[in-house]
């Protein structure tokens, strides 16, 4: 995921038993290194879930605004085999002033035991004045030396530190978790307990990016973009209120 504005960037459970079968939680201390090495077994993952902070469930959307500017995140039927494991397709629909700028699929997993949401591959089509420009941003675990990232811990914490895409030369987003009680204001509703990271990437010193998890929502905020509308557009609902299809 990346941002809509220009020269920006893109856009544990059960923890006992997960020791035993020699699989680790994403997890370590503040100030490490960041962590690049994730557990990608196919065995463990999934391409159906739910982490506390994001829902990989086909038909669950996501909106968000801020003025001209509109994403849409939807969670695809669409299953693809990358790099051994069966992930599934989050479409991301940005526009301003309805017009389209940018188009992508993001392709994530999550792990059965852990619940970290880890992605795959991104394949992006960049458009200006409606016509479609370059592919920019597209990526794939597993070819040309790109790797598996961590989106979202299944137990965040306050300093984890985590890439989230890995393939050089195109993409090297990592993430930072700064808050995991913020209180999130939106036009769909106010969220409490929310997850706060702060990405960066060695690619684009000096740069960073805010972004806001909802506890059962998923995101709620991207820079100054805020939910408007979330739900599954089959008319079900998240098991919260207020904001839905």
Same mark, same amino acid.
């Given at each position: 995921?990346?941002?809509?504005?220009?020269?920006?960037?893109?856009? *544990?459970?059960?923890?006992?038993?997960?020791?035993?079968?020699?699989?680790?939680?994403?997890?370590?201390?503040?100030?490490?290194?960041?962590?690049?090495?994730? =557990?990608?077994?196919?065995?463990?993952?999934?391409?159906?879930?739910?982490?506390?902070?994001?829902?990989?469930?086909?038909?669950?959307?996501?909106?968000?605004?801020?003025?001209?500017?509109?994403?849409?995140?939807?969670?695809?039927? !669409?299953?693809?085999?990358?790099?051994? %494991?069966?992930?599934?397709?989050?479409?991301?629909?940005?526009?301003?002033?309805?017009? %389209?700028? !940018?188009?992508?699929?993001?392709? +994530?997993?999550?792990?059965?035991?852990?619940?970290?949401?880890?992605?795959?591959?991104?394949?992006?089509?960049?458009?200006?004045?409606?016509?479609?420009?370059?592919?920019?941003?597209?990526?794939? =675990?597993?070819?040309?030396?790109?790797?598996?990232?961590?989106?979202?811990?299944?137990?965040? /914490?306050?300093?984890?530190?985590? +890439?989230?895409?890995? =393939?050089?030369?195109?993409?090297?987003?990592? =993430?930072?978790?700064?808050?995991?009680?913020?209180?999130?204001?939106?036009?769909?509703?106010?969220?409490?307990?929310?997850? /706060?990271?702060?990405?960066?990437?060695?690619? *684009?010193?000096?740069?960073?990016?805010?972004?806001?998890?909802?506890?059962?929502?998923?995101?709620?905020?991207?820079?100054?973009?805020?939910?408007?509308?979330?739900?599954?557009?089959?008319? *079900?609902?998240?098991?919260?209120?207020?904001?839905?299809?």
């Amino acid at each position: 995921m990346r941002s809509t504005q220009p020269g920006l960037l893109k856009a *544990s459970l059960g923890l006992v038993a997960l020791l035993a079968c020699g699989a680790a939680p994403a997890t370590n201390a503040p100030g490490e290194p960041w962590a690049t090495d994730f =557990a990608t077994d196919p065995s463990q993952l999934s391409a159906t879930g739910r982490n506390p902070h994001f829902i990989l469930e086909p038909g669950y959307q996501i909106v968000l605004e801020e003025g001209p500017s509109r994403m849409e995140v939807t969670v695809l039927a !669409e299953t693809r085999v990358v790099g051994g %494991v069966e992930t599934r397709a989050v479409e991301e629909r940005e526009t301003f002033k309805g017009q %389209v700028t !940018e188009l992508s699929k993001n392709y +994530y997993a999550i792990h059965k035991q852990t619940l970290d949401v880890l992605q795959f591959g991104e394949e992006v089509s960049n458009f200006r004045n409606g016509k479609l420009v370059n592919n920019a941003g597209t990526w794939m =675990a597993g070819v040309k030396k790109a790797r598996a990232g961590l989106l979202l811990p299944g137990k965040a /914490r306050v300093g984890y530190r985590y +890439y989230q895409e890995q =393939a050089p030369g195109v993409t090297m987003d990592r =993430a930072e978790i700064v808050s995991t009680s913020t209180s999130q204001k939106t036009p769909a509703g106010t969220f409490e307990n929310c997850v /706060r990271t702060q990405v960066t990437s060695p690619m *684009s010193p000096g740069e960073k990016e805010y972004r806001c998890y909802a506890p059962g929502i998923g995101l709620v905020k991207f820079e100054s973009m805020l939910l408007v509308k979330y739900g599954f557009q089959d008319g *079900s609902n998240t098991g919260k209120t207020g904001g839905g299809f």
